[in-house]
């Protein structure tokens, strides 16, 4: 369960101050897949940011299952990220030099778990996420983007988090890939009862979800909810 | 994979970029490890001339030395005074004698000219005693031309067969006659070398000749003595020789009090010069004669000294050069990935995870680069460290020649039946110390390298620790970048 209470976020750019988030209060159920729609520029990397403790909002909280981030340590919030967040980038940011499986590793190796355990995990969610088991040893700068971006997922996984946040997983992809990508998102919120929280402009795909956002000037709104199963969020 | 396989693995992520920074990584450290070896070699070499060169002061009656010369004889109360003179740490008297062989002098008081005397012209004559033991050495020409002119006034004729003189010296401590450490062989030592004992310490040529062991008993003026350990000084001369306690020595010459020599050792190099013209005032020059050891290597002592000095600035300056070029190389690649950090903090790595990655991973260069480097430094130092010394060395032998400073073969242990006339210098500019000079060698040993790696290695550390703490500075947003 994440709930967030006016979360706001300003940026002073010269005498100038912009507010990506602007007051910003929602609450997602565990296992939701939901998400925020915007032009270009409108908030939502921030929004996203703030959710996953890579940014601290100016004001504003944001509680996982009623424990506050606002005034946590630092390293408390490293904590939070390693243990309760996975994060889905656009431009997937695995690390080049290393192989698929020890990408999807790392997360583990900073929880600290043991190296055969590791790679046993890293294997399967590899296999999940449907890549090639002859592409899981293979460096990363040598798959394709939407091989990259399966990878990319097994990873946020990797520590079972309660909260993915994926921030348009699937601008760099081609239409087809993409679809596959909201697809297993889908299907992976549902297996793992993750909460799952997905930027993108793509309207067919924000279509997909049980909840859709839209973020306007920092302003967040909700759109017509729909259940996709029993369990949701009110209507 | 764990950290330091991702280290490993980020140091050759730009083969071409880790060869550059290895191959000039291995430049600074080499020239450290050779700058270090020079360093060492020549530290080495000066420890070896101060040790020759010594702190030890001789003291002798004035006007005499050993059986030679005349004056008054040391006192304890003299022994006392040297004690107290600033700088001087130790004063151990000794007390010599000479020793006949029993038959032998029996034989010679027979014959023409008698055992006229064994002393010296005026000299001390009184402490000649008989001994049941036989000297190691034989006379030879130099022992009977030594006989001819020291010994009997003048006669002519058919001299009996002459035995050389047994030196037996009492000693205030477990020390030789020049001040050095006895080393024994065998047994032990005296005890306490202040107190009258029976036993007595023989060399080794001595005791085998007179087939004498450790617990053997033998007499000097029919008082038995009980060997307790054997000594080899490393000659001939040195070997016929033996030691009592000071007191035994004393009582035997029936001259209770009175010392032959006084050897004062001075706490440090720098200081034995003032301390030996404060000991000279101290006793006073119508008193006692205060002499040094070998005085010629000073010069090269401080021309080595500068080489020293020159190395080891060539070093630290090396040193700090290989850490600076870790420094700028990690703050480089702390820079070029900066996203990847912010990646890494997203995904949960903590601060002192990734600032190890990135600290292993200079050492990785490092590493490397002193593999490199020590090759380097193996072939270059000894060329090195010849050219330092040479350069260094030129300008010793025109200052030492301008000095006149004496060199050559140090002096014979005073009073030497075999040693000709103690403490005749050898003529010639620096003599012997611009040989050991040039006899300074530069190998590079195992253990100066590897102190030298770790030195390298513990700047490096330094050098590498402030990128890795400026990528603690870089926060996890930072993923988010140019997105
Ligand atoms: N660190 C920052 N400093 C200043 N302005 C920022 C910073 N990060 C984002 N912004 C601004 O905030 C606004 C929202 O950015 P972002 O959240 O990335 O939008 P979106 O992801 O919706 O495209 C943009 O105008 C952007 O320029
Ligand atoms: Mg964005």
């Excluded at chain 1, 007051?23 to 897949?33: A, I, M, W």
């Excluded at chain 1, 355990?117 to 399967?124: I, K, P, Q, S």
């Excluded at chain 2, 306490?192 to 450790?214: F, H, I, Q, R």
């Excluded at chain 2, 038995?224 to 080899?232: E, I, M, N, R």
Aim: hydrophobic residues 45%; without cysteine; charged residues 15%.
């Amino acid at each position: 369960m994440i709930e967030v209470k006016n979360l706001v976020r300003t940026f002073k750019s010269g005498d100038r101050t912009i507010k990506p988030v602007n007051d910003v209060s929602f609450e997602l159920e565990q296992g939701t897949l939901a998400s925020i729609v915007g032009k270009s520029g409108s908030g939502k990397s921030t929004l996203l940011s703030l959710l996953g403790a890579l940014d601290k909002p100016t004001s504003g909280d944001v509680l996982v299952n009623g424990v506050s981030l606002a005034g946590m340590p630092d390293s408390k919030l490293t904590e939070y990220r390693r243990r309760d967040i996975g994060f889905v980038f656009q431009q997937f940011n695995l690390i080049p030099n290393l192989s698929a499986v020890d990408n999807v590793m790392l997360p583990m190796e900073f929880a600290g778990i043991r190296k055969a355990v590791r790679l046993g995990r890293a294997r399967e969610l590899l296999e999940q996420v449907q890549l090639d088991p002859d592409k899981h040893v293979r460096r990363i700068n040598r798959l394709s983007g939407g091989e990259q971006q399966r990878v990319a997922i097994a990873r946020a996984l990797a520590n079972s988090p309660q909260l993915i946040l994926a921030d348009e997983p699937t601008g760099n992809l081609d239409e087809q890939t993409g679809e596959h990508i909201i697809e297993l998102l889908s299907s992976l919120s549902r297996d793992h009862n993750t909460t799952i929280l997905v930027v993108t402009h793509d309207r067919s795909l924000a279509n997909k979800t049980d909840r859709r956002f839209r973020l306007q000037q920092g302003r967040l709104t909700e759109e017509g909810a729909r259940n996709r199963a029993a369990a949701g969020s009110p209507a | 994979m764990s950290v330091l396989a991702r280290s490993v693995g980020n140091a050759f992520r730009n083969k071409v970029r880790t060869a550059a920074v290895v191959a000039v990584l291995a430049v600074a450290i080499g020239l450290a490890l050779a700058m270090l070896v020079a360093n060492q070699a020549v530290a080495g070499k000066v420890a070896e001339l101060n040790a020759s060169v010594g702190t030890v002061l001789t003291v002798n009656p004035a006007g005499g030395q050993g059986f030679e010369g005349g004056g008054e004889p040391l006192t304890a109360e003299q022994a006392t005074t040297a004690a107290s003179v600033p700088n001087v740490s130790t004063v151990v008297g000794t007390k010599a004698l000479r020793l006949r062989n029993a038959d032998a002098a029996a034989a010679q008081t027979g014959g023409p000219g008698g055992l006229g005397g064994q002393g010296g012209p005026g000299g001390q004559a009184a402490t000649t005693l008989t001994t049941s033991l036989t000297a190691a050495v034989d006379a030879g020409t130099l022992g009977a031309r030594n006989q001819a002119s020291t010994g009997t006034s003048g006669t002519s004729g058919t001299a009996p067969a002459f035995s050389v003189p047994i030196t037996a010296t009492g000693i205030g401590a477990e020390v030789d006659t020049t001040g050095k450490a006895l080393e024994l062989t065998e047994g032990t030592g005296l005890g306490d070398y202040t107190a009258a004992s029976t036993g007595a310490l023989l060399g080794t040529t001595l005791a085998e000749k007179n087939g004498l062991a450790v617990g053997s008993t033998f007499t000097i003026n029919d008082q038995s003595f009980t060997v307790a350990g054997l000594f080899d000084a490393g000659t001939a001369f040195g070997n016929n020789a033996l030691y009592l306690t000071l007191p035994a020595a004393q009582t035997l010459a029936e001259l209770p009090g009175e010392l032959s020599t006084m050897i004062a050792t001075v706490n440090s190099m720098e200081n034995v010069e003032a301390a030996k013209t404060a000991l000279q005032e101290a006793l006073g020059s119508d008193a006692a004669d205060v002499s040094q050891g070998q005085r010629n290597l000073e010069s090269a002592v401080s021309s080595l000294g500068s080489v020293k000095n020159i190395s080891f600035i060539a070093f630290v300056a090396a040193l700090a050069t290989a850490g600076l070029i870790i420094l700028l190389i990690m703050v480089m690649l702390v820079r070029e990935r900066r996203r990847e950090i912010g990646v890494l903090k997203a995904i949960g790595a903590r601060n002192r995870t990734i600032g190890l990655q990135f600290v292993l991973e200079a050492l990785v260069l490092v590493a490397l680069g002193s593999a490199v480097g020590a090759a380097v430094a193996s072939f270059a130092s000894g060329g090195i460290a010849s050219a330092l010394i040479s350069s260094n060395t030129a300008t010793a032998t025109t200052v030492a020649g301008q000095r006149g400073i004496p060199g050559g073969t140090p002096g014979g242990f005073p009073g030497a039946p075999a040693g000709g006339f103690p403490g005749a210098p050898g003529e010639g500019p620096l003599g012997g110390a611009s040989q050991l000079l040039t006899s300074v060698t530069a190998s590079a040993s195992p253990g100066v390298i590897a102190a030298g790696i770790a030195a390298v290695f513990g700047v490096a550390i330094i050098g590498a620790l402030v990128p890795a703490l400026l990528t603690a500075r870089i926060r996890p947003i930072e993923v988010l970048r140019g997105e």
